[in-house]
């Protein structure tokens, strides 16, 4: 055996012996306990709300700064009834035209409020 090898396990042997191995845990729970390790960093916003075409929301970061991003909806796998609540939401309403006549204020008369 060549020396470098003896050293080595010498080395090992005074750590607790050859079959120490150290191993970093690389998962999800990594990146949330710890900062995300990276040479480059992207510009993110981390209060983006996405929401998913079932209505459960997920905070996530994203690179644009926006409050809301809505997933599309499979219109194939829908039933009628999401599809008939979808074109009421799409479909545009009409405008109140004739708004004067609730805005008119009767005048203020002081004597209404006595006992």
Known sequence: MSTIAKNILQRCASLGGPGLQFSRSLNANR?????????????????????KPDGSTIRIRYHIPRQIIKLPFDIQESSMADLKRIKALRTQREKKTDVGEDLKVKAFDPLDYLN
């Open 31 to 51: 990146a949330v306990v710890t900062k995300i390790g990276r040479t480059i960093y992207e510009r993110t916003y981390p209060d983006t709300l996405m929401v």
